[in-house]
């Protein structure tokens, strides 16, 4: 049985490649599909997008929509110490089509609210919070890549950035979940994991947001997301050494 479900998932693999565009022009005929196989469609559209295929992406909206809503039961089936069900893998895939498509593809108004309002749905009903202790915990770095927060946590500032590049001012929205986020009693470890990673980009934005709350940040995580994935310019670099940065 598990060899002839492998062999169905291939086989609708790449089918879905092959009759992408058709997928797209017909996305209503999708709504009532499994979540299962509503994730297989964002598996493939990130891959697609990876590998700079040009579709009408934004026509995905409305079965992500379908699924992820306010009341939406997704929110209740998560399984959220063992993350390995169907809802979770989908909300994971969700949040890495809007970094990827954010990213890649250069979104009007309408596509960059739509795709905002998912994300902030998605980010506040996240209840996964890394635990350093948890055995089955493997690493800031691998959670960020691998979960729904992480992909969720990166998808909000890749947001910011386009509304950034789109705007040229900041956006208040983005600054207030910021400021919330780092002055929490309980912290989110995979959200200042992002602060650090995507440090260079708020660096540009609000160089004194960084001067007054630079001793909020300070945590294992921040650091080894900036270690991790921050790109150093020269610049920054000469900045945070003004300001102690690398004596911590």
């Known amino acids: ?45 990130n891959q697609l997008i990876t590998e700079h295929k040009s579709y009408a992406y934004e026509k995905l909206i409305p079965l992500i929509e379908n699924t992820i809503f306010e009341d939406s039961p997704i929110w209740n089936k998560k399984d959220i110490k063992y993350p390995h069900s169907n809802e979770l893998k989908f909300i994971k895939n969700v949040s890495e089509f809007i970094s990827n498509f954010s990213s890649n593809i250069r979104l009007v108004k309408d596509t960059y609210l739509s795709l905002s309002r998912i994300a902030s749905m998605i980010f506040n009903h996240r209840k996964y919070l890394f635990d350093k202790k948890n055995p089955y915990e493997i690493g800031y770095t691998t959670r960020y890549l691998n979960s729904e927060s992480g992909k969720i946590c990166e998808a909000l500032f890749v947001l910011n950035n386009v509304y950034y590049n789109m705007n040229k001012s900041l956006n208040l929205e983005f600054w207030n979940i910021l400021n919330l986020e780092i002055t929490k009693d309980k912290k989110d470890d995979l959200f200042f994991y992002t602060i650090g990673a995507y440090l260079p980009y708020l660096y540009e934005q609000d160089k004194n947001w960084i001067d007054e709350k630079l001793n909020n940040l300070l945590r294992e995580s921040f650091f080894e997301g900036f270690f991790s994935y921050a790109s150093l310019n020269k610049n920054l670099y000469f900045y945070l050494l003004e300001v102690g940065f690398f004596d911590y």
């Open 1 to 45: 049985n598990v060899i002839q479900e492998q062999s169905i998932l291939s086989s609708f693999h790449f089918w879905l490649i092959d009759n992408y565009e058709a997928v797209l022009n017909k996305i209503n005929a999708f709504f009532m599909l499994n979540i299962f196989w509503q994730d297989e469609i964002m598996i493939v559209t």
